[in-house]
């Protein structure tokens, strides 16, 4: 099968950081996939196929590590669930 090696950057070290270099990682993706970001990115501001889905994948683990954070349901959600419950008599 037919990849194209896009690099992902990644700052590992202090010494890396202080310096102001980064190191990289190969991550394939299949060629029609590639060729269907490069068109996508025409006209966008992005220079390469590689900036686009390190940014991409940038929002995508922020997203993650937020929703790890914060709490699965509100307070109002909680009321909401008990009002349920115990109309159900589940809950006194």
Same mark, same amino acid.
């Given at each position: 099968m +037919? %990849?194209?090696s896009?690099?992902?950057?990644?700052? +590992? $070290?202090?010494? $890396?950081?202080k310096?102001g %270099?980064?190191k990289f990682t190969t991550v394939s993706?299949?060629? *029609? &996939? =590639? +060729?269907k970001?490069?068109?996508?990115i025409?006209? /966008?501001? !992005? *220079? /390469?196929v /590689?900036d686009?889905?390190t940014?991409?994948?940038?929002?995508?683990?922020a997203?993650h590590? =937020?929703?790890?954070?914060?709490?699965p !349901?509100t307070?109002?959600?909680?009321? %909401?669930?008990k009002?349920? &419950?115990r109309? &159900?008599?589940? &809950?006194d």
């Amino acid at each position: 099968m +037919n %990849r194209v090696s896009l690099l992902e950057s990644q700052v +590992n $070290d202090e010494k $890396d950081k202080k310096e102001g %270099r980064r190191k990289f990682t190969t991550v394939s993706l299949p060629v *029609t &996939l =590639y +060729n269907k970001i490069k068109k996508l990115i025409e006209g /966008s501001g !992005f *220079t /390469s196929v /590689s900036d686009y889905v390190t940014y991409v994948l940038r929002e995508i683990v922020a997203m993650h590590e =937020y929703e790890k954070k914060s709490e699965p !349901f509100t307070p109002e959600d909680v009321e %909401r669930i008990k009002e349920k &419950l115990r109309s &159900l008599g589940y &809950l006194d």
